[in-house]
């Protein structure tokens, strides 16, 4: 019989809070964070909620701090994690959060709580693909670029 491993979520929620961008002690950029996520309820109306931990390395951390804030609406694609350590008291503690391999928008454009936007750069001038590479500018005529889909009600879906 042969092994067989996947680890592998799918979470999709509202941020509890604004991101923070920290650092390693050897420079790497790093964003923990919780997603609030409802859960379904054999109950109609009542409302419960997980909190579930989540952490971003590198340009995902980066790409989290600068677009996303606190309500924002999040999907982050990762992986389960656990680890453990030895706290002051000499106890043994354990922490089980998501490590984001993806993090995608989730609200429609303007549709974030308060209108807030997350930075004063037009979205268009960001694609996944040009965002965390160091030799992208706006001012780069070949690089890729949103482009707004027209809102008409004819579309047939």
Excluded at 14 to 41: C, K, M, Y
Excluded at 87 to 108: C, G, H, L, S, W
Excluded at 117 to 134: D, W
Aim: proline fraction near 6%; charged fraction near 20%.
């Amino acid at each position: 019989m042969a092994n067989f491993n996947l680890n592998k979520v799918i979470i999709g929620g509202r941020l509890t809070a604004d991101p923070e961008l920290r650092q390693t002690s050897s420079g790497i950029p790093v964003s923990s964070f919780t997603v609030a996520v409802n859960r379904r309820t054999s109950t109609e109306g009542a409302q419960q909620a997980d909190f579930i931990n989540v952490i971003a390395w590198r340009n995902q951390a980066e790409f989290l701090c600068r677009f996303f804030h606190k309500g924002s609406s999040i999907c982050v694609v990762g992986s389960i994690q656990t680890r453990s350590w030895t706290d002051q008291n000499n106890q043994k503690r354990y922490a089980t959060e998501v490590v984001a391999d993806e993090i995608n928008f989730v609200d429609a454009k303007g549709e974030s709580p308060a209108g807030r936007q997350p930075s004063a750069r037009p979205a268009s001038q960001y694609t996944p693909e040009s965002y965390g590479n160091p030799s992208f500018s706006s001012q780069d005529e070949d690089a890729p670029r949103f482009e707004d889909i027209p809102n008409d009600d004819d579309l047939p879906f």
